[in-house]
């Protein structure tokens, strides 16, 4: 499978700021997501990223508050805004080839305070 | 009622002991099941798939599933130390990339497995 990388890998922020989080694959993948994983909770999918348009957000997830960008089939950024405590959380980035049974994998997520 | 259901655990083994994971499920469009294994401050790995109904074995791991009781399993053999982590289920409808893609996750079991 690929490898995903993500920055930050943590971070400690104020209330009111934004953090934007970067996700890199080492190759192409036709979908891009960023999940949300809380301390004894599933994993939750934010958005798909879609290259060169809006991202589609699940239910219960804005773009005013986590705008995504994907400008190209590597490379994707989520941005976390005008944070709260609530927003404290680990983000995940994952990646998923097409073709075959369509493996999806994971970055190593950023781990996100909000103070 | 969750869509999947996976008992939190933690479970706590001592070494070498058989370890059996499950996780129950309501959608029958479900046809694709997976499970990931995290260790802590990591992002999910890939570590099963399967699809539809049955048996697959890699190494000291086996999955099953059982479509019309909606239940699916894990087993590890001979469990290691190095098994310690937490073991997501995952499931989607389709394997195609867009609509019925996305992956629906158990909020993971902790394991332990002790010398």
């Known amino acids: 499978s690929a490898v995903i990388s993500q920055k930050p890998s943590r971070d400690i922020c104020q209330r009111g700021t934004s953090l934007t989080i970067q996700c890199q694959v080492d190759?192409?993948?036709?979908?891009m997501f960023w999940y949300r994983q809380q301390p004894g909770q599933s994993l939750t999918l934010i958005a798909t990223a879609n290259q060169g348009s809006e991202a589609t957000y699940e239910s219960g997830f804005v773009i005013d508050k986590f705008p995504i960008s994907r400008p190209n089939l590597t490379f994707s950024t989520l941005t976390v805004s005008n944070m709260s405590p609530e927003d404290s959380s680990i983000y995940l980035c994952?990646?998923?080839?097409?073709?075959?049974?369509?493996?999806?994998?994971f970055g190593p997520g950023t781990r996100l305070t909000v103070l | 009622q969750k869509e999947v259901e996976q008992d939190p655990g933690p479970l706590s083994v001592p070494e070498g002991a058989i370890v059996s994971l499950n996780c129950t499920y309501s959608?029958?469009?479900?046809?694709?099941f997976m499970w990931y294994r995290q260790y802590s401050r990591k992002g999910p790995e890939l570590l099963m798939y399967?699809?539809?109904?049955g048996n697959k074995e890699d190494g000291r791991f086996t999955a099953q599933v059982d479509k019309s009781s909606k239940y699916i399993s894990l087993f590890i053999r001979d469990s290691q130390p190095s098994d310690s982590a937490t073991y997501l289920c995952?499931?989607?409808?389709?394997?195609?990339?867009?609509?019925?893609?996305?992956?629906?996750f158990g909020t993971g079991t902790q394991l332990k497995v002790e010398l």
């Open positions: 994952s990646g998923l080839r097409g073709g075959g049974y369509n493996e999806q994998f």
């Open positions: 959608n029958s469009a479900f046809q694709y």
């Open positions: 399967t699809y539809s109904s």
């Open positions: 995952a499931m989607r409808e389709t394997g195609r990339t867009g609509g019925g893609n996305k992956l629906t």
């Open positions: 190759s192409q993948v036709t979908m």
